[in-house]
């Protein structure tokens, strides 16, 4: 019988980097991937790989719970990887409702589903819940975030996510489900959606428009490129041991106006503009609420124990992702019409 791992929220950012090194590190797999489509969700993430034999795409919803028995019985997956969710900060604070709604009731639908569809064979079974540092909270006096770091969410995203974690880690506690989770870092890289700093910073300096910086851009983030993620997710899927939960991190921590600095440094040269011309788009602007200051993970368990690291210097990963967006005009198109103007100008609007 062929292996088969389901993969939710394999149409995202991150999950599109999973299913695409599944689908081509193992033919001998069979690859589901899971999705609902969402507007973070987008198919043509995945044409490089959608014909490929020994991979499946369903439309469905997490939050559905008797889908989600239906197709758990009906396909019987080796192992579960559980990436679908609502993913950023900003939403969660103007909607905290869906983000329960699918990172919370979702991940427990998918785990009764689960455990009915592995009942009595547990052991042979893996699921793997992907989860955030931002679960731990905010630092504020140096140190890192380790696997033992006391759960201290401080947004409805990182609420909703811990609380997801916390339902994983009682299913295994409970009814003996196998399981592992990682916790990650920011990633950055091709196909994220424009509504995370990155990508829509690199968007609007193309189209010469302001560069919103949240308080004093003094807030630090932890930048991992999303192929080390998926990298670091196959380790874990694979050689993770069951109930241990894995700090994902590259040791990369940046303010986030240096971080734009460098950004804007090398949209000048890509785009032969003159030294300081894209950085003369930095806006200052009113801070996100309850905006954490500082993330930093250690990664040390994964590197030592799992032989896991990253194989890229955040230098070379900037390039390589504005070179990527540079080249996907019609991607970001796609992606930034519609809704999503609408989104911007309610988000941003009035900042
Ligand atoms: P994303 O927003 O780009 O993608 C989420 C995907 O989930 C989309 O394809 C969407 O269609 C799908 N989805 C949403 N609701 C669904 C539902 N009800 N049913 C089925 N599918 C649904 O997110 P991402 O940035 O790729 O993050 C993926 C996972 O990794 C999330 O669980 C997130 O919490 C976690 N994570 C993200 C980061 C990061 O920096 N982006 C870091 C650490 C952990
Ligand atoms: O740490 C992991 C998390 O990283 C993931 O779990 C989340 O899914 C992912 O969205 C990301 O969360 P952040 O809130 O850190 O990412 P974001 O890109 O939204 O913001 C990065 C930093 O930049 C943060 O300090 C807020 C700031 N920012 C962001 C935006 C969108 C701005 O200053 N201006 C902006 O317009």
Redesign the pocket.
């Known amino acids: 019988m062929k292996h088969t791992v389901l993969i939710t929220g394999g149409a995202g950012f991150i999950g599109s980097h999973v299913v695409r090194l599944f689908v081509r590190k193992y033919p001998d797999y069979h690859i589901i991937n899971l999705d609902n489509l969402t507007y973070a969700g987008n198919l043509a993430n995945l044409t490089d790989i959608e014909a490929e034999p020994n991979y499946t795409f369903l439309k469905a919803d997490i939050t559905n719970a008797s889908q989600m028995e239906e197709l758990m019985l009906k396909h019987r997956p080796n192992g579960v990887i559980h990436l679908a969710?609502e993913?950023?900060?900003?939403r969660s604070i103007t909607n905290p409702m869906e983000f329960i709604m699918t990172n919370v009731v979702g991940t427990v639908n998918l785990l009764n589903a689960a455990r009915k569809a592995w009942s009595g064979v547990f052991d042979q079974h893996r699921f793997y819940h992907v989860?955030?540092?931002?679960v731990y909270g905010s630092l504020h006096d140096g140190g890192f975030f380790t696997e033992e770091t006391p759960y201290d969410p401080q947004?409805p995203?990182?609420a909703s996510?811990a609380s997801s974690d916390h339902f994983v880690r009682a299913y295994g506690n409970t009814y003996g489900l196998d399981y592992v989770i990682s916790n990650?870092?920011?990633?950055y890289g091709p196909n994220q959606f424009p509504?995370?700093?990155?990508p829509?910073?690199i968007h609007n300096i193309r189209q010469n428009k302001p560069?919103?910086?949240?308080?004093k851009?003094e807030?630090?983030?932890?930048w991992l490129y999303v192929i080390d993620h998926a990298a670091a997710i196959d380790v874990v899927y694979h050689n993770g041991k069951n109930r241990e939960t894995y700090n994902i991190g590259g040791f990369n921590e940046w303010k986030?106006i240096d971080l734009?600095h460098l950004l804007c440094q090398v949209m000048d040269q890509k785009l032969g503009r003159s030294k300081g011309e894209s950085a003369g788009l930095i806006t200052y602007?009113k801070d996100?609420a309850g905006?954490?200051l500082r993330?930093a993970i250690d990664a040390n368990k994964i590197m030592n124990e799992l032989g896991w690291k990253p194989s890229l210097q955040f230098e070379e990963g900037i390039v390589r992702t504005v070179d990527w967006y540079l080249q996907n005009e019609v991607w970001l198109q796609q992606v930034t019409s519609g809704a999503y103007q609408q989104y911007y100008e309610e988000?941003?609007g009035n900042r």
């Open positions: 969710a993913s950023h900060v900003d989860s955030t540092d931002e947004s995203y990182s996510k990650c870092s920011n990633n509504e995370k700093l990155i829509l910073f560069l919103p910086v949240y308080g851009g807030n630090v983030r932890d986030n734009i602007v996100r905006h954490d993330y988000h941003y």
